[in-house]
């Protein structure tokens, strides 16, 4: 079949199933089966119908792009992604960015990332400060497999175990964190492809943002927040004696990430 044809005919029934973005997500379909980049599909003329098919029908039942791939990129990585753990998005590497900036000058720097889900956040910051001592901790044991999974692929070394927030009751210098943030009420009204398909457990949560800065003994600590909550979670913070806060917005503009230091 022809390319273009191709991309037209599953952009047509992406949109008629009311994905956002069905052109790209046509043409992530279409490299994944032609081995390419997606910028480089339309250099191909042919393509084989017959593979595509299966991948087109589970994005028509709102599957998450990602999982569908079967790998999304975070930062320098590209992560294998499954129902697990959540897909690793864009906002959360604004999480990762902030803290890579606070413990770049510290030569060995012990970092626990709580709910480390695919393992994204602590996997990226030990590829980019590689001295960093990092574990991650998740009470969900699938995706503690799934980010041992990744872990092994990538060869990044960083220890994965089994526990909540208690974690961060230990001596770190950093605490980092994406934790559940989305209220309960909230749960149906999400897109299919969060609510249909990704661990709730994982999204849904309140309060897991002031439990872990109570637990926390570090000198840094950087946390994901949800929309409109940043101010809240940093008077919160101010409140349990943090420091230097600051608030970062995501890509988007959305104030996302809220960091604080001890002392």
Do not use: C
Not at 47 to 61: F, M, N, Y
Not at 165 to 189: C, I, K, M, R, T
């Amino acid at each position: 079949m022809k390319t273009t044809d191709a991309l037209a005919n599953v952009e047509r029934r992406l949109a008629a199933a009311g994905v956002d973005t069905p052109r790209v997500d046509a043409e992530w379909l279409a490299a994944a089966v032609l081995g390419v980049s997606r910028t480089d599909v339309q250099m191909h003329e042919e393509i084989d119908a017959a593979a595509l098919e299966p991948l087109v029908r589970r994005r028509e039942q709102r599957e998450p792009l990602a999982y569908v791939l079967g790998e999304w990129g975070f930062r320098r990585l590209t992560l294998k992604t499954d129902r697990r753990a959540l897909v690793p998005r864009p906002e959360t590497e604004v999480v990762a960015e902030r803290a890579l900036a606070l413990i770049r000058d510290l030569d060995a720097p012990r970092v626990l990332d709580v709910g480390t889900g695919s393992g994204a956040i602590a996997l990226a910051i030990k590829d980019e400060h590689p001295n960093a001592r990092v574990t991650g901790v998740d009470t969900s044991r699938e995706a503690l497999a799934l980010a041992h999974e990744n872990a092994q692929r990538l060869g990044i070394d960083v220890e994965l175990r089994e526990a909540d927030v208690e974690a961060a009751g230990e001596d770190w210098e950093l605490v980092v964190s994406n934790p559940p943030y989305v209220h309960a009420g909230e749960w149906d009204s999400l897109q299919p492809e969060i609510h249909e398909w990704e661990p709730r457990d994982a999204l849904v949560g309140e309060g897991v943002h002031a439990r872990i800065a109570r637990a926390a003994k570090t000198r840094f600590l950087v946390l994901e927040v949800g929309d409109d909550q940043a101010h809240h979670v940093a008077a919160a913070l101010a409140e349990l004696g943090y420091r230097r806060i600051r608030i970062s917005r995501d890509l988007t503009g959305r104030e996302r990430v809220v960091e604080a230091a001890r002392a």
